[in-house]
């Protein structure tokens, strides 16, 4: 009996040796070829400009090229829903950025992202600020709040989509701030710029990228910013923040990556590793700020932390102004 004991121990010990030298051959050979990299995004918007930067970096830090693939549609649910199906072997990774908590909010997927990805690393924030057109009387984000108590509902504001991170920011501006504003969505940030200069709404909640050139031409006027700290952009050097002027409201946009749950320790490590040498790299800085993408990196454990935040804050946000009823209609 005890040689049968011994023997089924050894063999379990054996296979235990195996599997560990496995994977850590695994991980010493990964990457042995190209990483997929999935955009749920249409090429052109700032998610596909700040990867297809860091592609140019990947075979020098990661010592393989990525190929990137676009698979954009219903608010980026098309290219989640793919990457959650892929194996966690390291090779398929993909974007993680803002719309990923918000999507699973909405009941609009079959997945809820933050229990099927895991966190590589957060690479850039992108400021949300609320403007004016440039001969709007409203001067400050005071004037803007006084004037909506007196005339509640009076003031529309435009964003880039029903449910879109620009719509949550504006609604919980006005939540903390105890105003009523009519919220108008379009199919972007483009088409919701292009409603305010032709005064279909009286103010937009949107990212700095998209407004950078009309503040630089003074054809805008920024009233704040949702983010909790300063923007750097010395374009944007005077915006105040709505934490400054009493009001709790801490949202932006962010970007980085992520990967389906369970991928080996040590391929994780590698991928952790190569893409802070990345998203530090004076090169891929210089053209993030090109595109008005501010470089924040984070690394894995304190991405995930972003996401449980940015997860309370949007679920409060949307239930209170009625937003997932809104999309729900």
């Not at 407004?211 to 952009?233: G, M, N, P």
């Not at 923040?241 to 992520?258: C, H, P, R, S, Y």
Request: glycine fraction near 10%; proline fraction near 4%.
């Amino acid at each position: 009996m005890k040689r049968i004991i011994y023997n089924v121990l050894f063999v379990a010990i054996l296979a235990m040796l195996l599997t560990a030298c496995s994977q850590d051959s695994e991980g010493a050979d990964f990457p042995s070829k190209p990483i997929r990299f999935l955009i749920p995004f249409d090429p052109g918007g700032s998610s596909d400009l700040m990867v297809r930067s860091m592609e140019t970096l990947s075979d020098k830090y990661l010592g393989e090229n990525m190929i990137i693939e676009n698979k954009g549609g219903a608010g980026g649910t098309i290219g989640w829903n793919e990457l959650a199906t892929k194996e966690a072997d390291g090779y398929t990774i993909g974007s993680a950025n803002t719309s990923m908590i918000l999507q699973p909010l909405y009941g609009e997927t079959k997945y809820d992202y933050m229990e099927e990805f895991e966190a590589i690393a957060l690479a850039a924030t992108i400021p949300i600020v609320i403007v004016v057109q440039s001969d709007s009387p409203f001067e400050t984000i005071e004037d803007l709040i006084d004037y909506t108590k007196s005339n509640p509902s009076d003031i529309k504001f435009g964003h880039a989509g029903l449910g879109s991170v620009t719509h949550v920011a504006g609604e919980k501006f006005a939540l903390e701030a105890g105003i009523e504003m009519e919220q108008v969505p379009f199919s972007g940030g483009g088409p919701a710029l292009t409603a305010l200069l032709g005064g279909h709404v009286d103010l937009l909640v949107a990212n700095t990228g998209e407004v950078k050139s009309l503040v630089e031409s003074d054809e805008v006027r920024v009233l704040a910013t949702t983010q909790e700290d300063a923007i750097e952009d010395e374009v944007f050097a005077d915006v105040p923040t709505l934490i400054e002027k009493g009001f709790d409201v801490n949202l932006q946009v962010w970007q980085g990556i992520g990967a389906p749950k369970g991928i080996p320790s040590d391929i994780k490590e590698v991928l952790e590793k190569g893409f802070e040498e990345i998203i530090n790299d004076p090169e891929f800085i210089e053209e993030a700020e090109k595109i008005g993408i501010d470089v924040n990196y984070m690394d894995a454990d304190e991405f995930e932390e972003l996401w449980e935040y940015q997860r309370g804050v949007f679920s409060e946000v949307v239930e209170e102004a009625g937003i997932i009823d809104l999309i729900k209609q």
